[in-house]
């Protein structure tokens, strides 16, 4: 009888120390998993924050494209409202001849190129030069043989460049020998 009891003795020892082994693993996978948990949590913060700061960022950089464009703007005005009183002196005394007013005007022609070539504004000269179609719009071709094929013959209306882009093509008429 003594080596039952002492058989089950050595069974509940046993049964406790499976239960201590199986218990063992658990509580490591428990804290394993909290921790998995916790590090899950900090990077749905830190995405949060990433995300808000990037919005933040968007606004702030469309902000500062307004108020460039809205700067560029108000110089451009600038440069073009001491034209405007020109034109405004010039209308208020009327009282000269035309050849004073053709002066005047031609003066007030030649601020404003000046105003546009300080803003990087440049005219696209057409006449007499080959046809380029980045550069020209062909209006008409007019049979001669007296321009080259191809070469502009008149100019219609001037083109105008902003530093290297296009802002309008000269419009012109195309030289087409028979």
Known sequence: MIDQVMTEQEVR????QTVAENEAPQSAQAEELSKLKQEKQELFERLARLQAEFENYRKRSQKEQEDFRQYAVAEAVKAFLPILDNFHLALKHDTGSAEDLRKGVEL????????LARLGVQAIEAHGSEFDPHHHEAIEMIESNEHPDNHVVEQLQRGYKLRDRLLRPAMVRVAKNR
């Open 108 to 115: 007030i022609r030649k601020q404003m190129e000046d105003a």
């Open 13 to 16: 020892d046993e049964s406790v």
